[in-house]
């Protein structure tokens, strides 16, 4: 399966890349221990024969080591991919974990020399600020982007889950290329008002767990056991009470796979693609299977009457949960 003749530019950006990038952060971090680096390598090389483009890390996933993961396994494809990766935490290197956001322009700096050396890259083609910190002006941090992309350590600016005024504060010092944040069937937020800002600015979306950490796919139900260090042993929307009520969406998605022959992994991403055409979905994965499944819904559009379908009937749906802890929605800047 080859997916290259799919391309999606991010807003107004020359930034071009597959309709689908690869989020590696899992590979690493979050979920878990981390996976075998050698199959991940060989995983990360089988998503470029598969026609992705556009690969994700930051330099808190794990701390580092998913950066050099990455690296690593890019590093004989360089002119043909897009890395994105970001900055803005403070990094405890004695127990190697973060403690707190940092986006002093001196962090900034810092990072961004750590990630290039990690990369095994001359300059960062997507650079995002990963989480507001309160106690810079986003002016500065923008302005500091600007300094490393005018140095050529930088090509494209981003930020992570901002909220609009944010946004257009940093936008007004140096054009955004593109907003990560998490978007999918049941974390739909961002519709209200920073969608159509961003529309408005011709900044690119990219959509992180556009599966729901896993859930939109069909392989968890009440029964799941996470591993030790998996964040969604913490998350509301994962408690077994929360589970089963959410089950309702999982068969919404099930009867459209059914009907377009597909998997509801496929169905909410082919969803997440069809909402608009700077969109690029980061799905996931440390399983080949399963990219290779996420990639071909690349390969379905859904029509005007299915997406009413699907918009009705998930409106009808009452999500259980929040997506995160209140502790961690407050670091948001949403």
Not at 130 to 149: F, M, N, S, W, Y
Not at 171 to 188: C, F, G, I
Not at 300 to 310: F, G, S
Request: charged share 25%; net charge neutral.
């Amino acid at each position: 399966m080859d997916t290259t003749f799919k391309k999606r530019k991010l807003g107004n950006s020359t930034l071009e890349v597959s309709a689908i990038g690869l989020g590696c952060m899992g590979m690493s971090f979050g979920y878990g221990p981390a996976a075998d680096k050698k199959e991940m390598v060989s995983l990360i090389r089988n998503a470029v024969e598969q026609g992705v483009t556009f690969f994700d890390t930051a330099e808190v996933y794990g701390p580092f080591t998913n950066e050099e993961l990455v690296g690593e396994a890019l590093a004989p494809f360089r002119d043909k991919v897009t890395i994105a990766t970001k900055f803005g935490f403070k990094i405890d290197t004695v127990q190697m974990k973060h403690v707190g956001v940092d986006s002093r322009p001196e962090n900034i700096k810092r990072a961004v020399e750590g990630s290039l050396k990690r990369l095994q890259v001359d300059t960062i083609d997507l650079l995002y600020q990963h989480r507001v910190d309160p106690e810079v002006p986003i002016e500065e941090v923008a302005g500091t982007v600007k300094q490393l992309i005018k140095e050529g350590k930088v090509k494209h600016f981003g930020l992570s889950e901002a909220g609009v005024n944010t946004i257009r504060r940093a936008h007004s010092v140096h054009p955004v290329t593109a907003l990560q944040s998490e978007y999918s069937l049941w974390t739909r937020q961002h519709e209200k008002e920073i969608i159509p800002a961003i529309e408005e600015l011709g900044i690119g979306f990219v959509a992180f767990s556009p599966l729901g950490k896993g859930f939109l796919a069909g392989k968890i139900d009440e029964n799941t056991k996470f591993a030790d260090g998996d964040i969604r042993n913490i998350l509301p929307r994962y408690t077994e009470v929360a589970r089963i009520a959410n089950k309702a969406l999982l068969d919404l998605l099930g009867q459209f796979a059914a009907k377009r022959n597909a998997t509801p992994a496929q169905i909410a991403i082919a969803w997440v693609l069809a909402q608009k055409p700077w969109i690029v979905p980061i799905p996931g994965t440390t399983k080949l299977h399963r990219l290779t499944e996420n990639n071909s819904a690349a390969s379905i559009e859904l029509t005007a009457k299915e997406l009413r379908e699907i918009e009705n009937a998930s409106a009808e749906i009452q999500i259980s949960g929040t997506r995160y802890t209140e502790a961690m929605e407050k670091s948001t800047g949403l």
